[in-house]
Every structure is written in C-alpha cells, then in structure tokens.
C-alpha cells in the first residue's frame, strides 16, 4: 500500500517528490516537500479511494540543521493502515523558527497539534487560526523540545528550576552506576543530569580508566 500511496501522491500533486523510507525496523514514513504539505493532505483526505478523514498525531523531531514534522494518517472509513507524512525543515541556527503551512484547513484537529509543535520545536504554522503557544506561556523563552534548549533561570520574578526541588538522586543515579560497574560504557541512561563536582570527577576518572 505505502508504495502505491507514494505514486498515487506524486501523481496527484506535482512537485511533492514523494519517496519512502526504507527503515530497517519500525513505520516507513512517506517523505514530501514541504512546500506541498498541504497539497499531499488535500489529495489524501479526498482521496475516493484511501479517504484518509483523521490526522491523529502531528510531532516534531528535533535535528542539528533541520527540524522533521510528522503527521500520522488515518482512515476510519476504509480501516486501512496508518500512514506517516514526513516533511523536513531547514534549520539556520537554534532561534530559527521554520515555516510550512497550516493544514488546520484540512483537518480541525491540527489546531492543538500543530500549537503544541510550535511549542515544544519552534516551527511556525503558516495560516494556523490561533497560532500561541500551548503548554508554556506566551513570554516563554525557547523551545524546550530542541537539544540546544536551556531553562531561562527566571519567569515572572519566579525561579524556574530551583535546586531544592531538583530531584538530584535521579540524575547522579547513572553516574554512580557507571562508577561502579566493572564495564562503566554499557551503562546508559535517559536520565542524565546536572551532578556534583565531586561526583563528576570521579566519573570522568572512571571513564578514562575504561578506554
């Protein structure tokens, strides 16, 4: 089906570029252009044929040059498989925000998902009708989704990761770990954080014996 979508797309919207990405593991998301984000939706929602009638999910992905916007595809109508849209935005430095268009047109429920992407990534929604921040506050500063982003200090005379209420044990949890196992490299974690001077030195030392 995805093959026959990627045709069915590059027939309908010229320019669109359609192609699939071949994963090893996982969905195989269709890539377009993103001038034609639109376009694509369009077609795929009047499709007599796939009738694609819900946008379930719209997510950012956050990259060193470029930011990738996935709209997730379905149709309650024909039951079919889901289909990932994969749109890339270039990205000039980390206080670029990038543009593409809106599909709130297309379907009402891009209204929260496209804010929460504007929130969390920084990409404007071009044509979006209440285009604000979502889960932060307006005057917030940054994107907290993208991996240049820093925590302002203050908001509103308000301290805004104040240590008392850091809790400190998670993020020195897999540095202890690493500092005692016998193969410290094997030991990752999402949850690295901010950690003692005393603890970083160790761990440093560790590491450097492991090479």
């Known amino acids: 089906m995805l093959n026959e979508l990627v045709t069915f797309i ?3 919207v010229s320019g669109a570029n359609a192609s699939l990405i071949e994963n090893e593991a996982g969905d195989k998301p269709i890539l377009i252009d993103a001038s034609k984000i639109k376009d694509v939706c369009y077609a795929l929602r009047d499709s ?20 990738e916007v996935n709209y997730m ?20 430095n980390k206080d670029d925000v990038p543009k ?20 969390m990534n920084g990409v404007e929604f071009v044509g979006h009708p209440d285009h ?10 940054g994107f907290p989704l993208r991996k240049d982003y820093e925590v302002q200090k203050a908001w509103q ?23 005692d ?11 690295d954080g901010k950690i003692s001077t005393d603890l970083e ?7 450097e014996e492991a090479k």
């Open 132 to 141: 604000r921040r979502i889960l932060c506050p307006e005057d917030w500063e």
């Open 10 to 12: 590059n027939d309908k």
């Open 181 to 191: 196992a016998a193969e410290p490299k094997k030991i990752s974690g999402s949850w």
């Open 73 to 92: 595809l379905a149709s309650f109508i024909t039951n079919s498989d889901d289909v990932i849209l994969k749109v890339k935005l270039p990205k000039a």
């Open 157 to 179: 005379g308000f301290e805004v990761n104040p240590e008392h209420k850091m809790n400190i044990a998670d993020h020195e949890f897999f540095a202890k770990a690493r500092i």
């Open 48 to 67: 007599s044929e796939y009738q694609f009638n819900v946008l379930q999910v719209v997510s950012g992905v956050d990259y060193e040059n470029e930011i």
């Open 100 to 119: 593409i268009d809106s599909v709130c047109d297309v379907w009402k429920s891009a209204n929260f998902l496209e804010r929460e992407v504007y929130d």
């Open 201 to 207: 030195a160790a761990l440093n030392k560790k590491m």
